[in-house]
């Protein structure tokens, strides 16, 4: 069974960093691009950023200016989303979600992890 | 970036009721690379349909896509009481990808 669980979301003031993390198991990871994935409360979804499975290529929602960097390791069956410089904007759950179909490294989005919210508050 | 603008806003139906949703893109969208998604409250989206027309693993088959270029509807043939929820579309033919604000299907 394929699973995607989020952990690392908090409280954290604006201007601060936080480190989120997407354990995956059921399938095998190198196979398949993943992407992250919010939604503001009470709002709609917005991508934010997708790896592919060898890292080589990346993508970031234009609106992250560059404060975002997803990672990924393999090995460890793991994708990552450091966000730094958070501001109340970002507030919102954060989903992680395997791409499909495997060849494009932005595509539809097929298995989801239940998210974990993101709070920036003073 | 393509904006997807989906309609009607809500949509009030009754269990056994045909539901028929759209989702128009600003521009041409690259291979028909449109999907739907379903979301109840608390859940994370579910995919339905991708490529426009292609139904994803274990959705029923009362779920059904169509269109192209700019043009796309999901209709669910006869509403049953767990299908009422927001449903999402999004591109993925052109960076970056995009979903539409969404519709929210309740009971009437």
């Known amino acids: 069974e394929v699973q995607l669980v989020e952990s690392g979301g908090g409280l954290v003031k604006p201007g601060g960093s936080l480190r989120l993390s997407c354990a995956a198991s059921?399938?095998?990871?190198?196979?398949?691009?993943l992407s992250w994935v919010r939604q503001a409360p009470g709002k709609g979804l917005e991508w934010v950023s997708s790896i592919s499975s060898s890292t080589r290529y990346i993508f970031y929602a234009d609106s992250l200016q560059g404060r975002f960097t997803i990672s990924r390791d393999n090995a460890k069956n793991s994708l990552y989303l450091q966000m730094n410089s958070l501001r109340a904007e970002d507030t919102a759950v954060y989903y992680c979600?395997?791409?499909?179909?495997?060849?494009?490294?932005?595509?539809?989005?097929?298995?989801w992890g239940q998210g974990t919210l993101v709070t920036v508050s003073s | 970036e393509i904006v997807l603008t989906q309609s009607p806003g809500t949509l009030s139906l009754s269990p056994g009721d045909r539901a028929t949703l759209s989702c128009r893109a600003s521009q041409s969208v690259s291979s028909n690379y449109l999907a739907w998604y379903q979301q109840k409250p608390g859940q994370a989206p579910r995919l339905l349909i991708s490529g426009a027309t292609s139904r994803a693993t274990g959705i029923p088959d009362r779920f059904s896509g169509s269109g192209s270029g700019t043009d796309f509807t999901l209709t669910i043939s006869r509403l049953e009481p767990e299908d009422f929820a927001v449903y999402y579309c999004?591109?993925?033919?052109?960076?970056?990808?995009?979903f539409g604000p969404g519709t929210k299907v309740d009971i009437k």
């Open positions: 999004q591109q993925y033919g052109s960076s970056p990808s995009t």
């Open positions: 979600a395997r791409v499909f179909p495997q060849q494009l490294v932005q595509g539809a989005f097929d298995y």
């Open positions: 059921g399938f095998t990871l190198t196979g398949y691009s």
